[in-house]
T-cell receptor, first 110, second 116 residues
């Protein structure tokens, strides 16, 4: 079982819609959770971090964490074509190292 | 500007010719790490360093060396590169809070290495 799993996609949504990205992790003692955005050929860019159960909102982005279900999600409201990228879920677990999922490719259609 | 600087951005080399990819950060971060990214395999950690003179293996350390003599620098060394080390490499650094909470990694721009 992979430590951090994401649906690889591709996920396509129309402009203005809500994009929903999901991630599960296997290490129950994980405490820090991140979402990165990566454009093709570029470096990952941190867009959200979340450390406690519940929702965290930042502009059009909302991260949701449920430690009991070992589940993290990212919602992107009012999706724009510039949001088209690969979204990486990353988790810091018991080994205190950042482990990445394989990423979900999102395309926002104009 | 707070950043992680990697050099070179692109490198083509031949099998067996030693090379070094440099990484420097100006944020006084304790933690630094190297990742490689390959299609279908995602980002995999090569080596990491919790502080000066403290380094440890990640998930794919074979064929690589690192050193951390200064806080700001964390070079990646390929003593005898092979074609299977052709990849996109990223250096990253991070700050830990007083309670050891990690506030997220900052990545360098990447080094695309081709070994022929």
């Amino acid at each position: 079982q992979k430590e951090v799993e994401q649906n690889s996609g591709p996920l396509s949504v129309p402009e203005g819609a809500i994009a929903s990205l999901n991630c599960t992790y296997s290490d129950r003692v994980s405490q820090s959770f991140f979402w990165y955005r990566q454009y093709s050929g570029k470096s990952p860019e941190l867009i959200m971090s979340i450390y406690s159960n519940g929702d965290k909102e930042d502009g059009r982005f909302t991260a949701q964490l449920n430690k009991a279900s070992q589940y993290v999600s990212l919602l992107i409201r009012d999706s724009q074509p510039s949001d088209s990228a690969t979204y990486l879920c990353a988790v810091i677990g018991s080994a205190r190292q950042l482990t990445f999922g394989s990423g979900t490719q999102l395309t926002v259609l104009p | 500007e707070a950043q992680v600087t990697q050099n070179p951005r692109y490198l083509i080399t031949v099998t067996g010719k030693k090379l070094t990819v440099t990484c420097s950060q100006n944020m006084n971060h304790e933690y630094m790490s190297w990742y490689r990214q390959d299609p279908g395999l995602g980002l995999r950690q090569i080596y990491y360093s919790m502080n000066v003179e403290v380094t440890d293996k990640g998930d794919v350390p074979e064929g690589y060396k690192v050193s951390r003599k200064e806080k700001r620098n964390f070079p990646l060394i390929l003593e005898s590169p092979s074609p299977n080390q052709t990849s996109l490499y990223f250096c990253a650094s991070s700050l830990f809070g007083a309670d050891r909470t990690n506030y997220g990694y900052t990545f360098g721009s990447g080094t695309r290495l081709t070994v022929v």
